[in-house]
């Protein structure tokens, strides 16, 4: 934990409005990010990010100064994100299936798309998808660690990933092909 980090939390913790918007101001782009990778908009992102800041101002006590407090930070993000996806109307649907689809044997070059249309794509998602996606291959979380998060089986875990990645190589096998053509 850096100095500043460290004199922002103890204003925080002091009730200073100025510390807990320099905290928010410092960490609220970033956090934004990985919140819109769980919406499936930018409204219910933005959503995500304010409830997630609400439990980071509730919850500074509980930081105990070790490791990374962007870290920290993050990891409050994606479990509210979770909690509010695993809400009835945001229900994450999954499906036990003792096969897994085959990995996808043809990869696009990601680096010729834009970021944005990917990310889009990725919003496309079913809610399920989307989560176990964003876990295991933005967050880098195992199969076990997610399971547990998303209270699955790990081969659930699995099969939602490989379903994730079949489904994002189909939408971005067009717009990957319409590149190669120019």
């Known amino acids: 934990m850096t100095e500043l980090e460290r004199n922002i ?10 510390s807990q918007k320099q905290l928010y101001n410092q960490y609220s782009q970033k956090m934004y990010s990985v919140c819109l990778r769980y919406s499936q908009n930018t409204d219910q992102a933005k959503d995500f990010l304010q409830e997630g800041f609400i439990r980071v101002f509730q919850n500074l006590t509980s930081f105990k100064g070790e490791g990374s407090f962007e870290g920290w930070i993050r990891r409050i993000m994606i479990n509210g994100c979770l909690e509010a996806l695993r809400k009835p109307e945001n229900r994450l649907f999954y499906e036990d299936v003792e096969t897994i689809d085959a990995e ?3 990869t696009p070059d990601m680096r010729k798309l834009d970021v944005q249309y990917i990310l889009r794509k990725i919003q496309e998602l079913a809610p399920g998808y989307r989560a176990v996606f964003n876990l295991y291959v933005l967050e880098g979380y195992q199969h ?3 399971a547990e998060m998303l209270d699955i089986s790990e081969s659930t875990s699995k099969s939602q990933l ?3 990645r079949k489904l994002l190589q189909e939408m971005l096998s067009g717009e990957f092909s319409n590149i190669h053509e120019q």
């Open 9 to 18: 939390v103890q204003g925080c913790l002091r009730g200073d409005k100025s």
């Open 104 to 106: 996808m044997s043809y």
């Open 144 to 146: 076990q660690e997610i």
């Open 162 to 164: 490989s379903r994730a």
